[in-house]
């Protein structure tokens, strides 16, 4: 009777322990199911017309970066130094096809001068240029979003006082690493333009950018 009883026990235990586990296995095929609908496969581009990915298809580790004032570099008439800010005049190829592109830190850094430039040469007819890049700027900061606390502090200025920071010098900011940035650009300059086949299309093309 005890034995009987016993074995009833060890078959309980066992169907409940089978239960457990079928339950388990289904749960986790489940939660497998749900995370690969989440995760999206990895995508292929053939690189024509519209057909290519929305960033760089790199890995950007994480660095820090304590602002400085910077006085002795980039002053508005140091075009030596604003000129290497641009590895391969900017662009750089990707694809099978050695397709051109620039990036939107290239074009960031491009209006920078731009006003730069501006300021400088005071041209009216380089203002169309200087507003598209105030324009542009203003959104990519607002994209970026940094949201690195710097401390205020009241400051007398124009006859009153005035909420002011020390220009966020020595302040650290968490960023992306820029060298690798760079350092893939030098590695991937773009093709050398062919100026004679250019030419002869020159009208079509101008005419496509609305010249």
Same mark, same amino acid.
């Given at each position: 009777?005890? +034995? ?33 609908? #989440?995760? @999206?496969?990895?995508?292929? =581009? ?20 304590? #602002? ?5 570099? =980039?002053?508005?008439? !140091?075009? +030596? ?5 641009? @590895? ?7 694809? @099978?096809? !050695?397709?051109? &592109? #620039? ?7 491009? %209006? ?9 040469? !005071? ?9 598209? %890049? ?8 607002? %994209? ?9 502090? @009241?400051? &007398? ?15 650290? /900011?968490? %960023? ?11 590695? /991937?300059?773009?093709?050398?333009? !062919? ?17």
């Amino acid at each position: 009777m005890e +034995e009987s009883t016993s074995n009833k026990a060890h078959i309980f235990y066992l169907f409940i322990y089978l239960a457990a586990t079928t339950l388990h296995v289904v749960y986790t095929v489940q939660t497998v199911h749900v995370l690969d609908e #989440m995760v @999206p496969a990895h995508k292929t =581009y053939t690189w024509q017309g519209d057909d290519y990915p929305d960033q760089l298809p790199i890995q950007l580790p994480a660095v820090a970066l304590e #602002m400085a004032d910077g006085e002795d570099h =980039y002053d508005l008439h !140091n075009d +030596e130094e604003w000129s290497a800010m641009f @590895p391969n005049d900017g662009f750089l190829t990707l694809g @099978p096809e !050695n397709r051109t &592109f #620039m990036m939107s830190m290239i074009h960031q850094f491009h %209006c920078l001068d731009v006003i730069r430039v501006g300021m400088v040469a !005071n041209r009216t007819g380089s203002m169309h240029h200087v507003e598209h %890049c105030l324009r542009y700027l203003r959104q990519i900061i607002l %994209c970026n979003s940094d949201v690195t606390l710097e401390v205020g502090r @009241p400051r &007398f200025s124009d006859g009153m006082w005035r909420h002011t920071t020390d220009g966020g010098s020595g302040m650290v /900011h968490r %960023c992306k690493d820029w060298t690798v940035v760079r350092d893939y650009m030098i590695q /991937h300059p773009p093709a050398e333009l !062919n100026q004679a086949a250019l030419d002869g299309q020159k009208e079509l093309l101008m005419s496509a950018e609305g010249y």
